[in-house]
């Protein structure tokens, strides 16, 4: 079993920043990729930013140029740092990993964070 804590949620007015952190634990044998979703009131979950192990990422065309994806691989931890933030980027944040896990015959694991709320708000 992989369990994913996020941090580094919370209030912060337009135009600033946030950094979230999400760090895995658990029998991990491999982190394929490393993701941020998000989930505003009434709409559906969404992915923001994406990472694989050797470093490819993705972004929604909503965050590129604002929000940057980073993972640091020997602390199974996955960042997003968001500049330019704006009202719309509020929601609930979630981490996802996908990978295989280290008990016998490594088989795979998809987890999910318990999410951080980020509210953008004068």
């Known amino acids: 079993q992989v369990q994913l804590v996020e941090s580094g949620g919370g209030l912060v007015q337009p135009g600033g920043s946030l950094r979230l952190s999400c760090e895995a634990s658990?029998?991990?044998?491999?982190?394929?990729?490393m993701g941020w979703y998000r989930q505003a009131p009434g709409k559906q979950r969404e992915l923001v930013a994406a990472?694989?192990?050797?470093?490819?990422?993705n972004y929604a065309d909503s965050v590129k140029g604002r929000f940057t994806i980073s993972r640091d691989n020997a602390k199974n931890t996955v960042y997003l740092q968001m500049n330019s933030l704006k009202p719309e980027d509020t929601a609930v944040y979630y981490c996802?990993?996908?990978?295989?896990?280290?008990?016998?015959?490594?088989?795979?694991?998809?987890?999910w964070g318990q999410g951080t709320q980020v509210t953008v708000s004068s």
């Open positions: 996802n990993a996908g990978g295989r896990t280290a008990v016998a015959g490594n088989p795979r694991f998809g987890s």
């Open positions: 658990g029998s991990i044998f491999i982190i394929n990729v």
């Open positions: 990472i694989t192990g050797g470093g490819s990422t």
